[in-house]
């Protein structure tokens, strides 16, 4: 399956997708040391974000945010990609400082947890094996 | 998104690498939020500088831009530091801190931006005029500069306020535009409301019930319009303007016969009665005693100055502590330029004198204080929020003059 998206920041990027049904605040709930999800009670709680292709609805929380995404890319831990439903400042501006490849305007309900997927974010499309 | 010859210039890279990313920050968020092109902005104020909120991974961001050769291209002013700049020690901050925070604000004056660390850039030299396009981050000040001044802001993240900056444009969306600076709500207020402490009472009251709006109205939250208060000095509003902010995440409200834009308005020609709320004085004082969960007993902090103190409460601070000892750390926030008034006055002397400390640049919000006090006293209903979420004290909520006394208690 292929869909075409919008570009929120460029790059191209093969990956392993980790899907999360629930929005992600990266400050607070995401350790900007390891990449390992915090939050309490979060359906990805004690998995890393870590050279995933990180795929979830939007962002929420504080806008402090945007300097965590910058910092798990400074260790080595960020994700590889950041698909999105619909993004917002917080991750958009995250995903611009720390250079993570960025779509959103995709079905992201139709990406299983775990497949690979092809993100290609100077053309603006995802493709995926399944689905 | 329509970009100019130069815009286009700027995000392929010809001014430089760190123009660049702000062109692509701000291109990014005009394209999320459907503008349809830039507006030029003729002053911004900053958020992130505290370093107790920007961390290791701010710093170096900023270190970067400022490295990228990043240079403001308009009035910039910065958000209150973790810390007083000059008086630091005197105020227990860890001098490994305190490095850190010099090297943001060396960081930010390396752009050119006027390192004045204040909530109220508005009280200090960065005052726009009715109808100017802005772009500030700090929600109080935003609140401010749409509401009372009637300036065009949205409301800014640290990156984004800073990408405005090093490009002197925003995109042109929200608040910005004439359409979206409508009312959608009115609220009249049937209560005696005066003072910082009654007028954050009901910023959160109002605050309140604008995010009970936003759920009954899908997430859209209307715009205030504010009928009722008879009369309102600058400081009251400004803590309102903090409140309703902190509470309600407003950016923009209207309120009768005291901000400009009202009077474009009249509850005649938009607001349907069923589009009423009423703000009485149970409300009002529910919404002050929930700020109020110990007794001034336990108070071992008081602070006067969220938002920044203005130099009149200053001048309010020194004639009520003439003569006398505080028994309390208590800090007086304020923007270094206003506290040059209070030496150049004597206030800084007579303040000092009663063992009261001036804490400029930084305030009880984003100084490293976790930990410390059990217990604050304040005017400040926004101090009260981030004392207890952030901090994990207990707060006590009083007027002006009675959190002075409760630190010679």
Known sequence: ?131 | MYLTSEEHAILAGKHGKATQKAMEILVALGTIYGAERMIPVTSVQIAGVSYDNLGEAGLHFLTEMAAGGGRTRVLTTLNPAGMDVENWKALDIDPAFAEQQKRVIEAFAHMGVVTTCTCTPYLSGNTPHYGEHIAWAESSAVCYANAVIGARTNREGGPSALAAALTGRTPAYGYHLEENRKPGIRIDVQAQVTGNDRLGALGKAIGTKLEGEAGRRKGEKPIAYVTGVVQASVESLKSFCASIATYGGAAMFHMQGITPEAAQWTPAQWAPPTDTLIITQADVDAAHRSMNDTISGEVDFVSLGCPHLSIREIARIAELLEGKQVTKEFWITTARPTKQMADMMGYTATIEASGAKFATDTCCVVAPVKGRFKALATDSAKACYYARAKNKFRTVLKPFDDVVAEALK
């Not at chain 1, 929420?60 to 619909?86: C, D, F, M, Q």
């Open chain 1, 1 to 131: 399956m292929k869909w075409q998206g919008r570009t929120i920041y460029r790059g191209k990027v093969a990956g392993e997708a980790l899907v999360s049904h629930m929005g992600i605040s990266f400050f607070g709930g995401v350790d900007p040391d390891t990449g390992i999800v915090v939050e309490r009670g979060h359906e990805l709680e004690g998995q890393s974000v870590s050279g995933k292709i990180l795929v979830f609805p939007t962002g929420k929380g504080s806008t402090v945010g945007s300097y965590t995404l910058y910092r798990l890319k400074h260790a080595g831990k960020a994700p590889a990609a950041i698909v999105n439903a619909e993004c917002e400042t917080i991750t958009a501006v995250g995903c611009i400082i720390a250079e993570i490849p960025c779509v959103d305007h995709v079905p992201i309900d139709l990406i299983q947890d775990h497949t690979q997927i092809i993100v290609d974010a100077d053309a603006a499309t995802i493709e995926c094996d399944s689905a």
